[in-house]
């Protein structure tokens, strides 16, 4: 069956980097692309941005752009999501979800990684 | 204009039908492309409960149902559960943002 597993909860600082994990299993990895959504504390779910496994091309939202790095390791099935200079507004639950296109649905998930951001 | 709009909340007793609207414009959902429906419960990840308008993947009760028409979507779900209680996100395509996805800013359905 469809797997995605994230990796554990992250503390930082102000003005450090995050990186999370999600390695898939189930699938063939490079058939699809990994989309990465968060949730800040009573906020709903934001669209971060997508990365094709396959190629490597991403796409992200303005406000993450320039300090998000999303990558993939077919070797070993698994997608990441660094998020540097952190402010204490990137405290959410971060997910990551397979997605096609880059536009379509989202149809498995990750269990969600927290990342609190703070002094 | 981007993004979509849902109503903060909706409410209905156990058995009755309750419709979560999703208004976009005409960047995204009046320009044809596809909205998606998430169910979110706390402290879980969120479920795709329908695909493409209104097709329900497997697994997903027969009891919720999509629909899209013009600049705007809706979910259904009839003979409510005390377990449908949760948030809902809708999702689409916006090509205003640069090729980019956006969710509506989601409904929190109440079992009364």
């Known amino acids: 069956q469809v797997q995605l597993v994230q990796s554990g909860a992250e503390v930082k600082k102000p003005g450090a980097s995050v990186k999370v994990s999600c390695k898939a299993s189930g699938y063939s990895f490079r058939n699809f692309g990994i989309t990465w959504v968060r949730q800040a504390p009573g906020q709903g779910l934001e669209w971060m941005g997508w990365?094709?496994?396959?190629?490597?091309?991403?796409k992200s939202i303005q406000k993450v752009q320039g300090r998000v790095t999303m990558t993939a390791d077919t070797s070993t099935s698994t997608a990441y999501m660094e998020l540097q200079s952190l402010r204490s507004d990137d405290t959410a639950v971060y997910y990551c979800?397979?997605?096609?296109?880059?536009?379509?649905?989202?149809?498995?998930w990750g269990q969600g990684t927290l990342v609190t951001v703070s002094s | 204009q981007s993004g979509l709009t849902q109503s903060p909340s909706v409410s209905g007793a156990p058995g009755q039908k309750i419709t979560i609207s999703c208004i976009g414009s005409?960047?995204?959902?009046?320009?044809?492309?596809?909205v998606h429906w998430y169910q979110h419960l706390p402290g879980t990840a969120p479920k795709l409960i329908i695909t493409a308008n209104s097709n329900r993947p497997s697994g997903v009760p027969d009891r919720f149902s999509g629909s899209k028409s013009g600049t705007s979507a809706s979910l259904a779900i009839a003979g409510l559960q005390t377990e449908d209680e949760a948030d809902y996100y809708c999702?689409?395509?916006?090509?205003?943002?640069?090729?980019?996805?956006?969710f509506g800013g989601g409904t929190k359905v109440t079992v009364l």
């Open positions: 005409s960047s995204n959902i009046g320009a044809g492309y596809d």
């Open positions: 990365i094709n496994t396959y190629k490597g091309n991403s």
């Open positions: 979800a397979r997605d096609q296109s880059g536009w379509g649905s989202l149809d498995h």
């Open positions: 999702q689409s395509y916006d090509r205003n943002l640069g090729g980019l996805v956006v």
